[in-house]
């Protein structure tokens, strides 16, 4: 499959004679957007020529610029006179531009182009993929990027997955852009404390057994599998993913992508796979009855296997994968451990101040008043009045021993699971987040909000 990246600073240079004013990648910057184009569709787009030139360095123009101001997605909408471009940021759609409708074919067709996907299909939705560098970034949007803020003349790279969809004015784009870095962040810089860190790399260093991690959308877990695989990374592992969609496009990964319409499924991958010698199975998610007993299968033959499944927490894994129908032996048996996680904003470090919060928000995880000094953040312009900045993630690791082992096998309640897990070192997500609570990372409300 041929993959077209957008032109780097450099290439642009060297091939391109207009427009005068190259635009240059820097923060903070308010272009005014003129796009030389006249005319109306074509179907046979080149990238290569001049105009093409002009509509690709307006897209990167563009994306640089939603990175900049830190969106999470770019909306390419047309309007019945016009189109749009909206960028998300901190979860609120923001007009970043109006252009004239007769332009939009012509980008639409780029965009098209660019991230590999039919250009003469326009009745059917279809997703593709763009992979940006860019030299300069200042972006607050993914997870941690705070501490991961990069430096100038760095070059850093993005993922931007393209969903294109049918609307009676013609087809809408909806970009989601995925800091790369963001998806090679380690087990600590994702807030994972010392005792968990040692029980997980416990976990991992066995040769085979399943790891699971688990919470509701949007808590993080994707970013957690990127990170367990990053410490199984060795030239002598080969790690082979099942992912729908790829979010991170990793080199030192081999990475599968599900296309359930053309028939190749999860199910169907899992089948296939194993002759493909993995040590290290990564699955994006575990949704069927099949999936789950085939990777649990395939973790007793001595794989590592890596996956996601959505509960609420380490206990509530057990029962979902039950629920699926896979057996308890094979389960007690494949199962080494499971992670429960949530995303919390951090407290901005440039405004944080003591303060007292509601005794009954405290007495949520476990703490008093006496337990302070409590810190919140005030808002300042670091954190564009927030308060927060920056996310971490709140972590509860279960191992599943001897013990836990025999007590899934003996049908015994969730609840007797988590109690003897807890005694024997398990921090549940409210013990974790009163530690960060009490270490002035996250703010009380903030952690009510999500746990
Ligand atoms: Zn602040």
């Known amino acids: 499959m041929q993959r077209y990246s957008i032109p780097t600073q450099a290439q642009e240079e060297e091939h391109l004679v207009a427009p005068q004013q190259t635009p240059v990648i820097s923060p903070k910057t308010s272009r005014k957007i003129t796009l030389p184009l006249e005319g109306g569709a074509s179907d046979t787009w080149n990238v290569a020529d001049d105009a093409g030139q002009y509509v690709t360095l307006f897209i990167r123009d563009t994306l640089n610029e939603a990175i900049t101001q830190g969106a999470s997605d770019v909306h390419f909408e047309p309007r019945s006179d016009c189109f749009l471009i909206r960028f998300r940021i901190d979860g609120v759609l923001t007009e970043y531009a109006r252009l004239p409708f007769v332009q939009y074919q012509k980008i639409l067709n780029t965009i098209k182009v660019l991230s590999d996907v039919d250009i003469s299909e326009h009745a059917l939705p279809q997703d593709g993929h763009i ?29 931007i997955r393209v969903s294109t969809f049918p609307s009676v004015n013609g087809e809408v784009i909806v970009m989601r852009i995925l800091n790369r870095s963001g998806a090679l962040l380690s087990l600590e810089e994702l807030g994972m404390d010392d005792a968990s860190l040692a029980v997980m790399r416990d976990i991992l260093s066995l040769s085979y057994g399943m790891m699971l991690i688990t919470g509701p959308t949007g808590s993080g877990k994707t970013t957690t599998l990127y990170a367990l695989l990053r410490e199984l990374k060795s030239e002598e592992r080969n790690i082979i993913t099942l992912e729908d969609p790829i979010e991170f496009h990793l080199d030192w990964l081999r990475q599968c992508e599900i296309r359930e319409q053309r028939g190749f499924t999860f199910e ?20 069927g009855a099949e999936t789950a007993e085939q990777a649990m299968r395939s973790a007793l033959v001595g794989r590592i296997v890596c996956s996601t499944i959505h509960a609420n927490t380490a206990v509530g894994a057990i029962a979902r994968l039950v629920d699926l129908g896979v057996s308890r ?23 944080k101040e003591t303060y007292t919060p509601e005794p009954t928000n405290l007495a949520h995880f476990g703490l008093t008043p006496e337990h302070g000094p409590f810190y919140r953040g005030k808002g300042c312009s670091a954190c564009s009045n927030t308060g927060h900045k920056g996310r971490i993630g709140i972590f509860s690791v279960m191992p599943v021993d001897a013990t836990i082992q025999s007590m899934i096998f003996d049908q015994k309640p969730l609840a007797e699971i988590q109690d003897v897990a807890i005694q024997r070192g398990m921090k549940t997500l409210k013990m974790d987040a009163a530690v960060k609570i009490r270490a002035g990372l996250v703010s009380v409300e903030e952690a009510v909000r999500v746990l």
């Open 131 to 159: 992979e940006l560098s860019v030299q300069q970034v200042v972006s607050e949007s993914t997870f941690s990027a705070e501490e991961n803020a990069p430096s100038q003349d760095q070059t850093h790279f993005f993922d």
């Open 268 to 287: 169907r991958a899992m089948a296939s796979v194993l002759r493909q010698d993995p040590d290290v199975l990564m699955l994006g998610e575990i949704r």
């Open 329 to 351: 032996s094979i389960l007690a048996h494949a199962l080494h451990g499971i992670i429960a996680q949530r995303l919390v904003r951090k407290t901005c470090d440039q405004c």
